[in-house]
């Protein structure tokens, strides 16, 4: 296993306590025992409660970094671009083609011809894309990419209803709840904050009952919920606006609260009665829309506006389709009309994945920073958008969702630039992009595509120039949770294989290849020192260091928006009107009947109503799956015995279809075409499938992806705050 390990350590056996952070929106601590300089055996937290348990692919890490297929050495693309085919180069000549071609590019066009994409890898403080990004912005900045993958209709919906993101509480506060609803969330899976999953154990054992609305029984919902309530997808916000109509009939709203901290609940009433359309948003209205029956939604509405406080977590998912911002902005409305804001156990109904946790109590010091980016500097304001202080994400001209449209059409297709170069850290283009197959073809018209990267993932293979990066265990950083309290510091336990750098050395190195002076005013010790030495809570850095972890303790759990509601009148929401706003004025102002003022319930593109669901009659999800980090982790041995890629198949759709579990089956729509397995279960609803997402696009001679890569299936939109649409797509399942 440690075959290419050069540098032999003088015999000896330590453990190292480090941290795992990798794309799953938890942070966990890492026991790692290393012999002669190799990690031998990985275990995790046995410390006090409490504890930060690694998860199945953090105990695997070490079959990660000792893989076979690691990329140990910089690559050139020798074949046609997407072949794969390259042969091995110095970092010397890399580098030097890297810093002519941005040159070349920079010159011949202009620097928004260079795009920029990053995206999650570690998620780290240090080593990550900024050091990248702040290279391109001193040699005159490039394109940027707005919109997270993630969460952007949740973003957009708290920015109108409360004018922030941060909207979310710690998990511990979970334990005061007396009702919880998972709604399109599986935090069994997801992590979400590491440590939720063992809250909602704590829940369940108090006797809090917990609810799950999803179109599939997930693993959360099998461990902790007491009842499944499966809903069509996408239609979300009609079941929410349902219960409104339910609490505002039967006159159970907390009207106390609604008149002290909330504008505009007549605008939402009178849509919501039928005042305005002549439709009343009955139950009945909204059964035949999500399929759930009329008395299921009146009963879970009374039960929500009574059993209080209760904790709406409206999960990130339902928004990740055609108008997903409606769905947020409903649930919100609704945690508002109950008097769930700003209590404990109850929730604002923001999104289940707070942006930075309640970011009021984290503090670090100042890490790395780029200057401003003169492309992005000046650029108008986009359409829609809503100001959004300190969230990163939100530069650029171009939506995530838009890229490979952006790359093939550029300013005759509507787009500020034409696009020559592409420049890929910690991010898996194609494969994690929409509608896979279009990006391909963006990625063989440009001139030129680098990649940052650890194995010859499907992004890889279409690059001209590969450079090793490290990966967690074999660089100094630090990680964070947002909303249990965590501070991890990821010890290196070992060498770079290879040539692997990691990303602030490749900085340094490429900032130094351009002619860029004064890149870093630090090393990777120095800057970590830095970051420590301006936090609050942590008080000696060689400590944290040792121990590779820091808890939290806080005195009560943290409540998003209490001093909001126990002091209203020196502590206004940072809205226009200093209120939760059901109604927006600022969103009124965009005028555009696709963000209404209100939250409404409008009917996606490819719905189940949509008359090409004569051809394609299947709904498709692709969540989030244990044994993978998105692509991350998809290649691995050990995790690939845990769960095969399938395609979930309600047994009422198989067997129409004359599928048997276990079946090689046709996935397919316009957009692309897969070979998979069936898993053929009750647990997923009719009319649903679900391709898990992540796995390696691998097409044969013939176009047709036998590696149960989703994305060849999803459409290339974003909603109109922005949100990737990946759970909005038609297909047709067939047995081959
Ligand atoms: N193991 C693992 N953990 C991860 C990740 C990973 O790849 N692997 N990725 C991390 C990242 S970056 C993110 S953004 C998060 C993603 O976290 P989520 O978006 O919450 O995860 P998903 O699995 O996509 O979806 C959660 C649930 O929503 C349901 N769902 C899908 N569409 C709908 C709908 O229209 N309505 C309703 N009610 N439910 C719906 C799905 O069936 C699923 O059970 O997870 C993070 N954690
Ligand atoms: N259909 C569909 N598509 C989706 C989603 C979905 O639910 N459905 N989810 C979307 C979401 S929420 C997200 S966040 C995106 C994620 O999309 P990406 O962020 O593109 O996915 P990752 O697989 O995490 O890709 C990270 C890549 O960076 C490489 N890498 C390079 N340097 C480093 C390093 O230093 N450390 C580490 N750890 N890795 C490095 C890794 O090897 C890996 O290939 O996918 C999105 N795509
Ligand atoms: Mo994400």
Same mark, same amino acid.
């Given at each position: 296993m440690s075959a290419h390990h050069d540098h032999r350590q003088p015999a000896s056996e330590e453990v190292i306590y480090s941290t795992h952070s990798s794309h799953c929106g938890g942070a966990c601590l890492l026991k790692v025992h290393v012999k002669d300089g190799v990690v031998a055996r990985i275990e995790t937290d046995d410390g006090a409660d409490p504890q930060f348990r690694a998860c199945v692919r953090g105990r695997a890490y070490r079959q990660r970094m000792y893989a076979p297929d690691r990329l140990l050495h910089p690559l050139k693309r020798v074949g046609q671009?997407?072949?794969?085919?390259?042969?091995?180069?110095?970092?010397?000549?890399?580098?030097?083609?890297?810093?002519?071609?941005?040159?070349?590019?920079?010159e011949t066009y202009g620097p928004a011809a260079i795009l920029f994409k990053w995206s999650g890898g570690d998620t780290s403080v240090l080593h990550n894309a900024m050091c990248h990004y702040k290279v391109l912005n001193m040699i005159g900045g490039c394109s940027d990419v707005?919109?997270?993958?993630?969460?952007?209709?949740?973003?957009?919906?708290?920015?109108a209803t409360y004018g922030t993101v941060d909207t979310g509480n710690t998990r511990d506060d979970l334990l005061n709840s007396r009702l919880i609803i998972m709604w399109g969330w599986n935090p069994s899976v997801t992590i979400q904050n590491t440590n939720t999953a063992w809250y909602l154990a704590q829940a369940g054992e108090a006797g809090i009952r917990i609810v799950s609305v999803d179109p599939r029984y997930t693993e959360s919902n099998a461990t902790f919920s007491q009842q499944w309530i499966p809903i069509v997808p996408g239609t979300d916000a009609a079941m929410?606006?349902?219960?409104?109509?339910?609490?505002?009939?039967?006159?159970?709203?907390?009207?106390?609260?609604?008149?002290?901290?909330?504008?505009?609940?007549?605008h939402f009433k009178h849509y919501v009665l039928g005042l305005e359309d002549g439709v009343a948003k009955t139950p009945a209205w909204a059964e035949a829309i999500t399929g759930v029956p009329a008395a299921t939604i009146a009963a879970f509405a009374r039960e929500y506006a009574t059993a209080t406080p209760a904790a709406l977590i409206a999960g990130i998912a339902p928004g990740r389709t055609a108008y997903g911002e409606q769905y947020h902005r409903a649930a919100m409305v609704l945690a508002a009309m109950t008097g769930n804001v700003g209590v404990h156990g109850g929730s604002s109904g923001g999104r289940s994945w707070p942006t930075a946790g309640p970011t009021a109590y984290f503090s670090l010091g100042r890490g790395p920073k780029s200057p401003r980016n003169p492309v992005e500097a000046d650029a108008p304001p986009r359409r829609n958008a809503l100001p959004a202080f300190g969230v990163a994400m939100r530069r650029g001209q171009v939506n995530t969702a838009k890229m490979s449209d952006a790359i093939l059409r550029g300013r005759a297709g509507g787009y500020p630039a034409d696009y020559k170069l592409l420049y890929l850290v910690d991010t898996d283009y194609p494969n994690q992009y929409l509608d896979v197959n279009k990006a391909v073809r963006a990625l063989k018209s440009l001139e030129f595509v680098v990649v940052f990267e650890q194995f010859t993932t499907p992004g890889a293979r279409f690059a001209d120039l590969v450079l090793p990066t490290c990966n967690s265990l074999e660089?100094?950083?630090?990680?964070?949770?947002?909303a249990?309290?965590?501070?991890?510091? %990821?010890?290196? *336990? =070992?060498?770079?294989?290879?040539?692997?750098? #990691?990303?602030?050395?490749?900085? %340094?190195?490429? *900032? =130094?290849?351009?002619?860029?002076?004064?890149? #870093?005013?630090?090393?990777?010790?120095?800057?970590l020192r830095e970051i420590v030495k301006g936090s609050r809570d942590i008080a000696d850095y060689d400590v944290f260091k040792k121990d590779g972890i820091h808890k939290l303790r806080m005195a009560e759990p943290f409540v998003a928006f209490k001093a909001q509601i126990e002091d209203p009148q020196n502590n206004p929401f940072p809205t226009p009107s200093g209120k939760i706003e059901i109604y927006s004025q600022r969103l009124a102002d965009m005028d555009d009947p696709r963000i209404p003022p209100i939250p409404r319930y409008i009917e996606t593109w490819e719905s189940r109503r949509d008359p090409l669901a004569a051809r394609y009659p299947l709904q498709l999800v692709t969540t989030h799956i244990m044994r993978r980090a998105h692509s991350q982790y998809d290649n691995l041995p050990w995790l690939r015995e845990l769960q095969t890629q399938a395609v979930s198949v309600n047994s009422a759709d198989a067997q129409a279809r004359g599928i048997n579990d276990g079946d090689m089956v046709r996935v397919f729509n316009d957009r692309g075409r897969m070979v998979i397995p069936a898993r053929v279960t009750e647990r997923i609803m009719p009319g649903v499938v679900d391709i898990p997402q992540g796995a390696w696009?691998?097409?044969?001679?013939?176009?047709?992806?036998?590696?149960?890569?989703?994305?060849?299936?999803?459409?290339?939109?974003h909603s109109p705050g922005g949100a990737f649409c990946s759970n909005t797509t038609l297909v047709q399942v067939e047995r081959i």
């Open positions: 671009r997407g072949e794969g085919r390259f042969t091995r180069i110095s970092w010397e000549e890399a580098l030097d083609t890297l810093a002519r071609e941005l040159n070349r590019v920079r707005w919109g997270t993958f993630s969460f952007d209709g949740g973003l957009f919906a708290e920015l929410l606006i349902a219960m409104a109509y339910v609490i505002i009939k039967e006159n159970l709203q907390d009207q106390a609260f609604l008149d002290t901290y909330t504008v505009g609940l007549n660089k100094n950083d630090i990680a964070l949770d947002g249990t309290g965590f501070y991890g510091y %990821m010890n290196k *336990a =070992a060498e770079p294989p290879g040539e692997a750098r #990691s990303h602030l050395q490749i900085g %340094m190195d490429l *900032a =130094a290849k351009l002619g860029v002076a004064d890149y #870093s005013e630090h090393t990777e010790d120095g800057w696009y691998d097409p044969d001679e013939n176009g047709v992806d036998r590696g149960g890569c989703c994305n060849v299936l999803t459409r290339d939109e």
